[in-house]
């Protein structure tokens, strides 16, 4: 497992236990069930790459970067719909 994914599972974990209500954890476990999915994609991406060379390998690892970047961005989202549900109670 990347050492990046083991600081994200991490993180997840610390910001569910910070969650109060039991709605604010099943906004942010969709959420980061999402994300899970497209690092998913990520990850075969990137596999799928390491068959590749040239411009072809080098757009499959720009693709990697955005759906990397997309999958933190909807985590974040989730954590700030969470925040805001619990910050409402």
């Known amino acids: 497992m990347k050492p990046i ?3 994200v599972a991490a993180a997840a974990s610390l910001t569910l236990a910070a969650c109060d ?3 604010a954890q099943n906004v942010e ?3 980061d069930n ?3 999915m497209i690092d998913n ?3 075969q991406l990137e596999q799928a790459s ?6 072809a390998e080098d757009n499959a690892e720009n ?3 955005a759906l990397e970047d997309q999958a933190d961005a909807v985590r974040n989202a989730g954590d700030e719909k969470a925040d ?3 910050a409402n109670k």
Not at 50 to 55: I, K, L, Q, S
């Open 21 to 23: 209500s039991k709605e």
């Open 41 to 43: 994609q990520a990850d």
């Open 5 to 7: 994914m083991i600081l």
């Open 63 to 65: 693709r990697v970067d």
């Open 29 to 31: 476990n969709a959420y």
């Open 50 to 55: 390491d068959n590749m060379n040239g411009a």
């Open 84 to 86: 805001a549900i619990d």
């Open 34 to 36: 999402q994300a899970d």
